[in-house]
């Protein structure tokens, strides 16, 4: 079974930076896309990016294209998310997710960590 | 940009059926996931490809899509089931449904 646990969360000034992190466990991470989606308080569900499995490609909503950056080390069974230039509208819980494809649905989730950019 | 719509709430009896639409344009032309969310918890995906339930979710989560809309029904509706559900499908990015807050009264 996959288990999903982000971490990284945490209360940031805007303009200010963060990483995040979700560490995997089961034996599919290197085979499987991963993605961060987030959730605003009290909003809906919204992608921000995703993963290819070899690292090789990499795709971005575009409110965050050149802000955010996905990375992965497969060899610590480990996705990242550097957050730059944050904004009082990225505040919202961060998950992360699986993939079995680019486009296929999500079909593990992390539990989520709060990012909270505010002064 | 490509949206999903959905209706704000549903009210249902135990027992009963639910019915949550999700409408887009040519939706049915594309593959609809859908996620039951609880409070406080993260999303699960109860829908894949428009009808197919991965394992562990109970057979009375049902789904369908054609035309501009696509549909999960909640047969014989549980206390449990009281959750937000979203919808999603993919137009050169992922897009989610507004999110629909089900009630079980």
């Known amino acids: 079974e996959v288990q999903l646990v982000e971490s990284g969360g945490g209360l940031v000034q805007p303009g200010g930076s963060l990483r995040l992190s979700c560490a995997a466990s089961?034996?599919?991470?290197?085979?499987?896309?991963m993605s961060w989606v987030r959730q605003a308080p009290g909003k809906g569900l919204e992608w921000v990016a995703n993963i290819k499995p070899d690292g090789t490609e990499k795709f971005y909503v575009d409110f965050v294209k050149g802000r955010f950056t996905i990375f992965r080390d497969n060899a610590k069974h480990a996705l990242y998310l550097q957050m730059n230039s944050l904004r009082a509208e990225d505040t919202a819980v961060y998950y992360c997710?699986?993939?079995?494809?680019?486009?296929?649905?999500?079909?593990?989730w992390g539990q989520g960590t709060l990012v909270t950019v505010s002064s | 940009s490509y949206d999903l719509t959905q209706p704000p709430s549903v009210s249902v009896s135990p027992g009963q059926t639910a019915t949550i639409t999700c409408s887009g344009d040519e939706l049915g032309t594309r593959y609809a996931s859908w996620y039951q969310q609880r409070p406080g918890q993260s999303p699960v995906l109860v829908i894949y490809?428009?009808?197919k339930r991965p394992s562990g979710i109970p057979e009375r989560f049902s789904g369908s899509n054609s035309g501009n809309t696509a549909t999960l029904t909640i047969s014989g509706t549980q206390a449990t089931d009281e959750a937000d559900y979203y919808c999603?499908?993919?137009?050169?990015?992922?897009?989610f449904g507004t999110g629909t807050k089900v009630s079980v009264l």
């Open positions: 089961g034996s599919t991470f290197s085979y499987d896309w």
């Open positions: 997710a699986t993939s079995y494809s680019s486009s296929s649905q999500f079909e593990h």
């Open positions: 999603q499908a993919w137009d050169s990015s992922y897009v």
């Open positions: 490809q428009d009808m």
